[in-house]
């Protein structure tokens, strides 16, 4: 077994990297102590120790460094079958061949799937014939400031001997777009696992802060709503698809300022003033929520649509275009 030191905001813990078994399935639920902004006493230090431990051994096995043409980065294996969540700078271009490298140094092949560039999410697959160690999926709509977290990654690409690296921080903020950590990301690190306390894939390494006290992850829940794009090796949101709308500006709702002629919009009956309040299955709160929705969609899609239009609710399908400019 092989240990490294690790500083965790001004705390040191010592914790082995050991390949153990195949999935996180397994890991205790973390104790009271480790929920808390700081260790309060030894105990406490020793549960965390314990719980780092526990959550390292489990997914040390799932992170594994990708080889795309010239470049390197970082995944994790999140199914028995080879899926790999990383970063959609790392994968780039669906159908792409390259190489996984695990941890104890195995090289495998892979295939580049979906990708959304504006999240920077991306998927891959392990082509080799096997059955891969992984790690779950989380939630990261829950995530609290102050909550701990664990990064781990390639940084400087796949090193002989050396295990994935392990940083242990916590959580600056999260919203639907990015979760930001105090984890230290460097070069390489980029598509590696972000873990909660109980190994699950919270978040995906995308961008290094400044300072390098606030990187950026892509968020956990991304890769869920989109699952079946990016397995089908779709790159959402670069085909621009057009509805015909614009905000109110002085709405905090979704609330519509106005509609352009002869939009998608316009044929389906919406009108300046309509509150969208669901879109495409989804609650909107925001026009930004809508927007966020409708860069999911693909000109052609049906989609139906939710509005308040003074007292009344209305529901409407509309069929997507394609904007031209």
Known sequence: MRFRLLAISGVVLSVGLAVAEPTTRNIPAPPAAVTKALPESIDDLKALQKQVREVVDKVIPCTVCLQVGGASGSGVIVSEDGLILTAGHVSGEPGRKITVILPDGRRVEGITLGRWAQIDSGMAQITTTGTWPYAELGNSKDLKAGQWCIATGHPGGFKKDRPPVVRVGRINFGNDNLVQTDCTLVGGDSGGPLFDMSGKVIGIHSRIGNPLTANIHVPADT?????????????????????????????????????????????????????????????????????????????????ALELKRGDET????????????
């Open 223 to 303: 890769y869920r709503d989109t699952w079946d794009q990016l397995v089908k090796s779709e790159k959402i949101g670069e085909t621009p698809v057009w509805l015909g709308v614009k905000a109110d500006v002085d709405a905090k709702n979704c609330k519509l300022g106005e509609i352009t002629k002869e939009s998608p919009a316009e044929k389906a009956g919406l009108k300046a003033g309509d509150v969208i309040t669901r879109f495409a299955g989804k609650d909107v709160g925001s026009y930004q929520d809508m927007v966020k929705l409708l860069q999911k969609q693909k000109p052609g899609d049906e989609v």
């Open 314 to 325: 209305k529901e409407l399908r509309l069929t997507l275009g394609k904007r031209k400019d």
